[in-house]
Every structure is written in structure tokens, then in C-alpha cells.
């Protein structure tokens, strides 16, 4: 899970996709739904400009916990669960961008 350095500092995750590729991806939010807990993050780059040229999306992803306790972030694939928690992503992070 991230760490903060300073209340400033971005909380990171490095993910792995299908193809055992990372990525740095930088938590917008979370927040927790029934008994589930959901992350909404976006891709993170260490050059500004590329962040800037970058077409870039919000990722929701689902938690999930293995036999040991182990906290992992999955894609959801259910589409209506995944419009759903993407919708109330987008209505926080509006609310919270227009203040």
C-alpha cells in the first residue's frame, strides 16, 4: 500500500497488468461501499509534460484480500458495478475540484 512521506507527497501504487507490465498510478480516492472498498487512481508520471500529452482516464479498481491476508486492487468486471462506483467517483472528485 502507499506510503506518505508529507502531506503532500502523492500516495502511489505500482500495478501489474495482465501482461506483467508495471505502471505507477497515483490514488485520487477511495471509499468504501457495503463491505467493499474501491480505488479510484490515475496513471502517475514523473515528467509533468507527459502527464500533460497523456489521454488520461480514471481507473476503478476493487479490493480484494487472498488467503494471508493480503490486500491486492483487481479489476471489476461487472459492468454495472463498474459504471456505478465510477459515477460516484466522478461526483467526489467533482465536488471536491469545484471547491
Known amino acids: 500500500m502507499p506510503g506518505k512521506n508529507n502531506d503532500m507527497a502523492a500516495d502511489l501504487y505500482t500495478l501489474v497488468d495482465e501482461d506483467g507490465v508495471e505502471q505507477q498510478f497515483e490514488l485520487l480516492d477511495s471509499m468504501d461501499v457495503g463491505d467493499d472498498r474501491y480505488y ?4 502517475y508520471y514523473d515528467d509533468p509534460t507527459k502527464e500533460i500529452e497523456a489521454d488520461t482516464e480514471l481507473v476503478v479498481l476493487k479490493s480484494e ?3 494471508n491476508n ?3 486492487l483487481v479489476s471489476i468486471d461487472n459492468d454495472e458495478e463498474y459504471e456505478r462506483i465510477g459515477n460516484m ?3 467526489r472528485l467533482n465536488e471536491l ?3
Open 65 to 67: 484480500y487472498d488467503e
Open 89 to 91: 467517483f466522478l461526483e
Open 97 to 99: 475540484y469545484d471547491d
Open 70 to 72: 493480503e490486500e491486492s
Open 40 to 43: 479510484a487512481l490515475v496513471p
